[in-house]
């Protein structure tokens, strides 16, 4: 492995010899947000400008190094990031939380908290990271959460989150487009893969290269949409919600089918902070 040579062990000059081996690779910003993470994970302040860092730490550094040359996400390096303030591990056989999926955990939570109703049960489909269904019972303690996802090794990092924050949710792992529900929910939730294949060429290479296609793409961009409904025919509670994110690109596709079910109604398109259609709402009749 290279081992980079820094003028010195000092935070400053360590930090000068990052941003020279990484300025063709990052923006400044980027380099200055990647830098600080760094730091803060080997448990310093970033504030402190006397840091002395070790040897061991210039070796991870370097490791580190090598692994952002390669445009490997953070998150993935560090083994862990941050949702809703709150952190989870996460690893290559689970998709990065994004922030337009906060949005989505703070609407649901909104939408909940308004029925005031004692007593919830949730189910999120395709968990991943278990970010979803963990901030979600930390918002809600009372509800019931039940999260699937079809990949094993999912369910077994989104186990290891729930531990971490100290969190009973139901994990179960299923595949949703084989499987049939077993139990009656008052509000379906899910990320779901939206990202129709043809389209694939337009994502970011580095996107395609570390984080699990499963969770990404479908054959088209509403073949998990229309299964979601289909199972909730039978297992949505009345005036039950189905609270899903999208591509924006195919929202208003995605809201015809929702009405195209003669047991919803009530549907809706929510924007998110940037102005982009980012969540489809639909109520059981």
Request: aromatic letters at 12%; proline letters at 4%.
């Amino acid at each position: 492995m290279n081992i980079y040579h820094f003028a010195s062990n000092y935070v400053q000059d360590v930090r000068n010899k990052f941003f020279e081996i990484l300025e063709n690779h990052y923006t400044k910003n980027e380099l200055s947000i990647i830098f600080q993470r760094i730091i803060e994970h080997l448990n310093y302040s970033i504030f402190d400008k006397n840091i002395y860092l070790n040897q061991s730490e210039l070796i991870l550094l370097s490791e580190y190094i090598l692994q952002l040359l390669d445009k490997k996400p953070l998150a993935y390096i560090l083994g862990y990031t941050y949702f809703y303030k709150y952190k989870f591990f996460v690893n290559s056989d689970v998709l990065i939380p994004r922030p337009e999926t906060e949005e989505l955990v703070e609407y649901v939570s909104q939408q909940i908290k308004s029925l005031n109703k004692s007593a919830i049960k949730i189910i999120d489909i395709g968990t991943g990271s278990g970010c979803i269904a963990i901030t979600l019972k930390k918002l809600l303690p009372d509800a019931e959460i039940t999260a699937i996802d079809i990949s094993p090794n999912a369910i077994k990092l989104a186990n290891k989150n729930a531990d971490y924050h100290q969190v009973k949710i139901q994990l179960k792992q299923m595949d949703i487009m084989k499987e049939e529900l077993n139990e009656h929910y008052d509000v379906i939730v899910s990320n779901p893969p939206y990202i129709p294949f043809e389209d694939k060429e337009n994502i970011d290479d580095i996107v395609k290269k570390y984080e699990p296609s499963i969770a990404l793409f479908s054959n088209t961009p509403t073949e998990f949409y229309q299964r979601i409904f289909d199972v909730a025919k039978n297992r949505l509670t009345c005036n039950g919600r189905i609270i899903l994110e999208v591509n924006q690109n195919y929202a208003s596709d995605i809201l015809s089918l929702a009405n195209q079910y003669e047991y919803l109604s009530h549907s809706k398109i929510i924007k998110d902070i940037s102005g982009n259609d980012r969540i489809i709402d639909v109520m059981r009749k």
